[in-house]
Nanobody, 123 residues
Framework: QVQLVESGGGLVQAGGSLRLSCAASGSPFSINAMGWYRQTPGKQRELVAT???????NYADSVKGRFTISGDNAKNTVYLQMNSLKPEDTGVYYC?????????????????WGQGTQVTVSA
């Protein structure tokens, strides 16, 4: 099994900062990409930022210039530095990992999710 454990969520005022962390552990795997998604009640989960194992990043337009995603391959961990937070950033943030694991003699590429961490930004 593979587990993703998230941390770093909390309550902050507008303009403040938070750093989210997500560590992958469990069965042997290799990381293709990891990322962060967020969700609020009544809305679909949306992409926030992703990073490939090679370091290529992608951001939602709404967070460009404010959020920075980074990864530590040695620790199997991805981070999301969130600065200049706005009330619109409020939501449950989920870590996602695109991993390759073993299935018999084959490698299996699958998507895994963390449990989510709450981020609340007050006006």
């Amino acid at each position: 099994q593979v587990q993703l454990v998230e941390s770093g969520g909390g309550l902050v005022q507008a303009g403040g900062s938070l750093r989210l962390s997500c560590a992958a552990s469990g069965s042997p795997f290799s990381i293709n990409a990891m990322g962060w998604y967020r969700q609020t009640p009544g809305k679909q989960r949306e992409l926030v930022a992703t990073i490939t194992s090679g370091g290529t990043t992608n951001y939602a337009d709404s967070v460009k210039g404010r959020f920075t995603i980074s990864g530590d391959n040695a620790k199997n961990t991805v981070y999301l530095q969130m600065n200049s937070l706005k009330p619109e950033d409020t939501g449950v943030y989920y870590c996602n990992a695109d991993l390759t694991t073993s299935r018999g003699s084959l490698g299996y590429r699958g998507s895994y999710w963390g449990q989510g961490t709450q981020v609340t930004v007050s006006a």
